[in-house]
Nanobody, 124 residues
Framework: QVQLVESGGGLVQAGGSLRLSCAVSGRTFSNYVMGWFRQAPGKEREFVAAINMNGASTDYADSVKGRFTISRDNAKSTGYLQMNSLKPEDTAVYYC?????????????????WGQGTQVTVSS
């Protein structure tokens, strides 16, 4: 049974940084595309970033380009989202997700496995 566990969320002031982690078990992590999504209260879940199986290709939402960096360590079965220059509008629950290869996709419906989420709150 696949399990994704996010960690690293918390409360941070605007302009600060956080690093989210997503630990994967029950599947061979390197066989999957990984994505990060977020959902703010009253809003739909939205795409943040994704990375292909070997880390050579990434995609980002326009709202986070230049501030967030997605990465993965297949040897540790862990993915990461480094978030810098955080803004209050980045406040949301952040989810990691896996989808079968080979393509990066930005729609949540195209991801097969999900974590439980971690709260990120950015104060102004």
């Amino acid at each position: 049974q696949v399990q994704l566990v996010e960690s690293g969320g918390g409360l941070v002031q605007a302009g600060g940084s956080l690093r989210l982690s997503c630990a994967v078990s029950g599947r061979t992590f390197s066989n999957y595309v990984m994505g990060w999504f977020r959902q703010a209260p009253g809003k739909e879940r939205e795409f943040v970033a994704a990375i292909n199986m070997n880390g050579a290709s990434t995609d980002y939402a326009d709202s986070v380009k230049g501030r967030f960096t997605i990465s993965r360590d297949n040897a540790k079965s862990t993915g990461y989202l480094q978030m810098n220059s955080l803004k209050p509008e980045d406040t949301a629950v952040y989810y990691c997700a896996l989808r079968r290869p080979p393509y990066i996709r930005t729609s949540a419906i195209q991801y097969d496995y999900w974590g439980q989420g971690t709260q990120v709150t950015v104060s102004s």
